[in-house]
């Protein structure tokens, strides 16, 4: 199977966290790791499973504004995020899997996570759910990661290695 993690980070921790997923699924064959500045702005993906991961911003995808906040807190300059790389992305090969994760503040009440919504745009692109979208946490807006978040990114990894069945071979149905 292969695999391809498309990340957006700011400070650095969903970075982290998208590097503990490779090592995850790792097992199951090879993971490429692309950091959204590096990505084409007009993807075609050709993989089995498509992992995308950001931060969330305003309870939801970053924006320019948002990013522009970040930067103001001493993060990286960023000038475009996943949103703008779903919004550009082709419609997926038929019977590819996708899910996508966040890193965000675990605050009681406060609702959203750039997951849920980067999920709708994968569905919207005609991707496969390979797991619901799932949320890792950072103590305050720089980070540090929660304790054991990355343990718990690397067996997420590895669940989602097992779930996404081999591509058949050419010919048969999925
Ligand atoms: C402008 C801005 C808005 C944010 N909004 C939220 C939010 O709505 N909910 C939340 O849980 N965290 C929020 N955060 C915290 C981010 O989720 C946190 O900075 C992010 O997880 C760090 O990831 P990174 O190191 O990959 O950039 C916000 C951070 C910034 C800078």
Redesign the pocket.
Known sequence: MRSLIV???????????ADAVADGLASAGPVTVLDLADAPPAPHVDVDLLVV????????L?RP???H??EQ?G?QHRDRGLREWLANLSPCLPGTFATAF??????KF?P???AKAATRRLERHGYRAAAPPED???L????PLRAGELERATAWGQRLAASVPDRPLKGEAR
């Not at 966040?102 to 605050?107: D, H, L, Q, V």
């Open positions: 990340v957006e980070s700011m400070f650095g921790n969903t970075r982290a966290v991961g950001a931060p969330t911003h305003a309870f939801s970053s504004n948002t990013r906040a970040a807190q993060a966040t890193t965000r503040i675990p605050k406060v959203g996570s750039a890792f946490f950072v305050d807006t720089a980070g």
